[in-house]
């Protein structure tokens, strides 16, 4: 059985997404409040495995995930792509119109906006995540009041589907890593496929530096995936940049990197891993 730590508690889109990742294996799911509980939970046991939710198509990249990693020294064996649909549950027999409440996480609100605005006078109230809002519904009994939050938290905590999909973009993806000690990394990656590396580093602050950099892996035939900057505290107008990049010759790839590390500061591979499939 494997432990795997996610932030949330069951029927929350980590823990979908960590079924959907370790499909067809036996989890022990450890529910975490925070991403750095996630850490620390593998830090106290190098068997657990963490999933961390680290960008979204609609709502953006989760910058603090991208530190919380590299400052925490685990490293990414893996990712998956979950299309997140929402829906609108209540207590079993609540009719639509009856819903005076609608309670949820912003960034869900936020998604199901269009949706929401066709339930006049429903009061919405932001909650601190999607599967608590459910379960507090469930354990409370509140009369009137929905949640949106995923189809397996309403069927988790015994309510009533009263609208499904109702997120306004259905093109709403999730993207998590997943995440390991070191040396258990080692071990699940043996003799893997790793077509996708995360890599993070610095440049100097002198002109053109980035454009050099990326000159270089172009012409490795590197493509890039991502790129995403965050400032150094304490370095003033200096940078950061967390890189995806995915590859089809690990041989090349690695040459890649040889070539610019004269060229940057503190490079360091995040992970080095199979590039993850995408639900439909």
């Known amino acids: 059985m494997k432990k795997v730590a996610i932030q949330g508690i069951v029927g929350s889109y980590h823990d979908v997404a960590a079924h959907k990742y370790f499909d067809g294996e ?30 979204n198509t609609i709502a953006g990249s989760l910058l603090q995930n991208h530190e919380l990693i ?49 339930l006049p006078g429903v009061k919405i109230v932001e909650k601190e995540d999607t599967a608590l809002s459910a379960k507090r519904i469930s354990e409370e009994r509140l009369q009137g009041t929905a949640a949106v939050c995923s189809a397996a938290a309403a069927a988790g905590y015994g309510l009533e589907v009263l609208a499904e999909g109702i997120e306004t973009n259905k093109r709403n993806f999730t993207r998590f890593l997943a995440i390991s ?32 950099a990326l000159t270089i892996l172009s012409f490795y035939d590197m493509n890039m995936s991502k790129i995403q900057s965050l400032p150094i505290i304490g370095r003033e107008w200096e940078y950061l940049f967390y890189v995806d990049l995915t590859f089809s010759d690990y041989v090349r790839y690695k040459q890649a990197l040889d070539a610019i590390m004269p060229l940057t500061k503190d490079l360091k591979i995040l992970g080095e891993y199979a590039e993850g499939k995408q639900s439909v």
Not at 45 to 52: E, H, I
């Open 181 to 212: 000690d070191p040396w258990t990394a080692e071990d699940l990656l043996r003799g893997s496929v790793r077509n996708k590396a995360s890599l993070v580093f610095s440049l100097p602050h002198t002109a053109g530096s980035l454009s050099k």
């Open 70 to 118: 590299r400052q925490s020294g685990c490293y990414i064996i893996g990712e998956y792509k979950l299309r997140v649909s929402h829906s609108l549950a209540a207590l079993p027999g609540t009719k639509l119109g009856e819903i005076t409440e609608v309670n949820s996480h912003p960034i869900a609100l936020m998604q199901c906006a269009d949706f929401l605005e066709t």
């Open 26 to 55: 036996e989890l022990e799911i450890l529910g975490c409040n925070s991403f750095k509980d996630v850490v620390k939970a593998i830090r106290d046991d190098a068997s657990t495995l963490g999933l961390m939710a680290i960008e």
